[in-house]
């Protein structure tokens, strides 16, 4: 006699999952999350690891770019899923994750308001000021300048700095059918703890 199909169907949207699938845990009691939790748990640990390829994109111009990745979740025990009268062990998911990346560049000009601005250094006591005249002002503005530091600071924004920014929103998948998307490799198995008390 044929063993029956197994069928499970994992529904999600923009916001995250909408399907509920129980799982098991080792000690036989039902586990707080569902598999779907597990899986976008792992998509987002998978979304961290992965360096955006080839950026910026498109010689830093606005625009959207896809890519796709093989995902392969594996537990440290396989998933158990109660089904009628039969148990359903997984002990690995394997998927092609979409990927979105929309770019767009960052434009400030800190001189806009300013009809000039110059730097004035003493040279007898090596001090540098500022000079500067808004455009609507009469008035020229002196401020002595702080030395600047040797390094710059990780966390502060220069010319041609480049944010990157991952957002936990979904998108679908059929938005990717006509783009062809570029197909990128991660280096490791994303591997979420297996449902212990959660």
């Known amino acids: 006699m044929p063993k029956p199909a197994i069928s499970l169907e994992l529904k999600f949207d923009e916001k995250g999952p909408v399907s509920s699938t129980p799982l098991l845990l080792p000690d036989g009691k ?10 976008l748990e792992a998509v987002h640990e998978g979304l961290r690891r992965l360096n955006a390829p080839y950026v910026p994109l498109n010689k830093g111009g606005d625009g959207t770019s896809y890519f796709v990745t093989a995902m392969n979740i594996a537990p440290d025990k396989p998933f158990s899923i109660p089904q009628e009268n039969m148990l359903t062990v997984i002990p690995k998911i394997s998927f092609d994750l979409g990927i979105k990346v929309s770019q767009s560049r960052m434009r400030h000009d800190r001189a806009e308001k300013y009809l000039f601005a110059l730097a004035v250094e003493n040279c007898v006591n090596g001090s540098v000021s500022s000079a ?19 390094e710059c600071p990780k966390d502060i924004l220069v010319n041609g700095s480049i944010i990157r920014v991952v957002v936990g929103a979904m998108f679908p998948f059929e938005e990717m059918l006509d783009k062809n998307p570029v197909r990128i490799r991660t280096t490791e198995d994303a591997k979420p703890s297996t449902p212990t008390g959660r």
Request: net charge negative.
């Open 30 to 39: 039902p586990a707080v999350n569902c598999l779907e939790k597990y899986i």
């Open 132 to 150: 500067v005249r808004e455009k609507d002002d009469d008035n020229t503005e002196l401020n002595l300048l702080p030395k600047p530091p040797t």
